[in-house]
């Protein structure tokens, strides 16, 4: 048998498509467990008098010294199990739309909370209302979900937006582009309040392997193709779809699949599931992924990860970062800080992920302005102890204030906050 019918014979396999879903952006549906920094978010089954409730008549009330809405949103799920996008050119809608199901999902922004109170503090409640207890490590904040006399009242308040237009997604800080099967634009909202300059040339997504181990074989971004689906954006988070593929060869490509990108206030969260049929280095040898965001020219900048002093991008030594072991790795410049982390479920907890950082001038195609000023992201090494299944991961991207604490914010991935509810009122 030639290298090429050992080649063909593998791919008809399934071989090829496994080493292609390594690529990070294709993905099937997100993990439901895998949820935002700084979200407090209750499946609408624990909502008890609320549960079959149109979301209109449903309001989510903080308190201070008053009591007064807060933004807050239902994610709907579909009879599939797929999340309800209702906007687009493929949308998949709930059925009935609008309605509480106990497949859904209210979100709100955990930070939102306020202090306790009696029932008496709530205005306008119609009977069932049922307190929403957030806590994480020590602390507690609490909302109250209520059904009201009328229409609902609505905080003005949105942190998110989305431009089907033009393909992005803003936050409080940051705004993202897509329009491409990895994303291309990445700004920040300066002092002014607008936006600023694309700081990004591309994420770059690369995946190496030796076929039976001396066959090399690679892909990158460029070699996706891809089919924008759906969207929705409620105040607190933005839902964007697409479907795609990785070309292999001309007669060849992976199965469709899938993925979804999520967007919060702070935080855009990147998941991917991978299915594969086979152990990876059944046929593979040498695996290797690399999800890199590679900068236009971030000179000034300071780059950190854990455990090591910051440097200023381009300064000597600042290469002595890459291949280093750390959680998570951040650039801090003029008007924020971009915390990058990388997230992995327990099947994949044996993997090898270090630092990837280089500041240069070279040529790392493709790309459309030559050389990283940084580049910087995560490697993904030693595949040999993964078997079979199903498999997930996330890169997390955070857009923070200038002087954040970024090991402090890096360590709350480790909380979680824990949401728990208790119905203080039934329906009259």
Known sequence: MTAFEVVKHVAARGAAPILASLLHFLAAPALAQMSAPGLATVSAAA????RGRDESTVAIFACATAC??????????????????DQGPQPNRDDPPGVLDDNDELLWMAADGGRRV?????????????????????????????????????????????????????????????????????????????????????????????????????RDEDDIEYEFSAWRAGPIRVLRREYQWVRLASWLRTPI???????????????????????????????????????????GWQVAAAGAEPLAVGADGANRLDGARSDWVALRGPDAALLLELVRGASLATLVPTVVYRDDHDAHPPEEVPGEEPGLGYRLTEWSKIDRGEHWFAAVARALPRDADLAAVARERTEPPVVLTRQIAPPP
């Open 118 to 218: 009696q029932i008496r503090e709530l205005p306008n409640v119609d009977g069932c209302a049922v307190e929403l207890e957030v806590r994480r490590g020590g602390e507690a904040t609490w909302a109250y979900a209520v059904a009201t006399r009328g229409e609902a009242p609505r905080s003005a308040l949105r942190y998110v937006r989305y431009d089907p237009v033009a393909d992005r997604a803003e936050g409080e800080r940051v705004a993202v582009g897509f329009g491409a099967p990895t994303p291309r634009y990445l700004a920040l909202r300066g002092r002014d309040g607008a936006f600023g300059p694309n700081l990004l040339d591309r994420l770059k997504v690369r995946a190496s392997a030796r076929l039976l181990g001396f066959i090399p074989l690679g």
């Open 47 to 50: 909502l008890a008098c609320l």
């Open 68 to 85: 007064a809405p807060i933004p807050w949103q239902l994610d709907e799920r579909d009879g599939e199990g797929r999340w309800a996008l």
């Open 257 to 299: 699949f899938e993925t979804e990108t999520l967007m919060t206030r702070d935080a855009m969260t990147l998941p991917v599931r991978l299915k594969l049929n086979f152990p990876p280095t059944y046929f593979f040898g040498g695996i290797e992924v690399q999800a890199v965001l590679d900068f236009r020219d971030l000179r």
